[in-house]
Structure formats: structure tokens, C-alpha cells
């Protein structure tokens, strides 16, 4: 079986990609590798800092190295917390305090009482080998914030997305149907086609 490094200390990503992944793969990531500094994102797109990323672990480890960067978007304030969605309530903030920041935001937000607050998760993917970046990927969902969180499973501003079509948030949907529907699914379906393409026969 072929190797995938995900570039990421996350364990919940890293589960999750290497269930859209599938088979076939041995899937690792950073969360044993010290030895590798995160390097700063300093991209002004989704895509740039995935590709950072990507390119920075593929240029110290063997082998193909995937890397994501992914963010909520709130139209009614204006996009944000975007390529800053990680870090929206500072450098070393928690999941639950970045949700908080984006609820004080909204409630001080112009957008009017009773209207869906419309939003999308965004995630761009990089494949890189031996220092350079091979392809990058992107996915999308539509949907709208919630004003309460609501569910346990998931992380990040799962808790607050509902995604089009449905009632629950993605942190009250079970996971085979957040991993049909996310933004990293979609972004990962095409990198398993591409990875069956390169590794063909």
C-alpha cells in the first residue's frame, strides 16, 4: 500500500480524511514529528496556505504529502473569519472560543432579525512531492450559521453550520453524511480520483 502524509496535528482531520481516503493507503500525519515546525501562513487564499503547507512537510518527509486549509465564510460580516477561521479569536485560540468571537461578531453585524444568515465552508487541498506542489484541490458547501450551537460531533464551527437542505447542524449530522456532504469531501473526492489516475497501471 502507498503512503499519504497529511500534513496536520489535527487527529480529528486526520480521521476523517483518511475515511474519505478509503483503502489502499496508509495514512499518517505530523502529530509524531516535533522535528517539523508549522510553517507561518502567510498566503492570502485558502489555496497559497495549503500549498505552504504542503510544500514545507514534503520538502523533510518522503513521499506524497497532503495538505488542506479550510475556513467558514459569513457573508454578513463580510467573509470573515475566512483564511483566519483557525485562529479568529487569536493565535492559540480554541474551537469553542473562535465559535464564541463569530456569535459576538454576528450579533453586532447589521444583518437583520429573522433572516438566515448565509455562510459556506471552503477547503483547498495541495498534493506535493519533494518540495513542490503537485495539484491543489478545492471543495464548497452552502449553508446558513446557526445563533445556538447545537450537537458533539465534529469540531471547528460545526457546531454552528447548517448545511443546505438540512435542519441539524454538521455537529448533529452522523459522520457519513457530513463526509458525503463537506467541503473537504468534495475537495477529497477529486484528490482520490487523481490519486487512482497517477496510480494507474
Partial sequence: MRKLIIATRNRHKTEELATMLGSGWVVEDLAGRRDISVPEETGTTFEENAAIKAVAASAVIEGLVLAD?????????????GIRSARYAGDKATDRENRT??????????????????????????????????????????????????GTRGFGYDPLFIPDGYSRTFAELDSETKNRLSHRARAME??????ADVNAP
Fill in 190 to 195: 477529486q484528490v482520490v480520483k487523481w490519486l
Fill in 101 to 150: 468571537r463569530l456569535l459576538a461578531e454576528l450579533a453586532r453585524s447589521n444583518h437583520a432579525a429573522g433572516e438566515s444568515i448565509l455562510a459556506h465552508f471552503y477547503c483547498a487541498m495541495a498534493v506535493a512531492e519533494g518540495g513542490r506542489v503537485l495539484r491543489t484541490f478545492s471543495g464548497r458547501v452552502e449553508g446558513r450559521i446557526a445563533l445556538a450551537e447545537a
Fill in 69 to 81: 486549509d479550510s475556513g467558514l465564510v459569513v457573508d454578513a460580516i463580510e467573509g470573515a473569519p
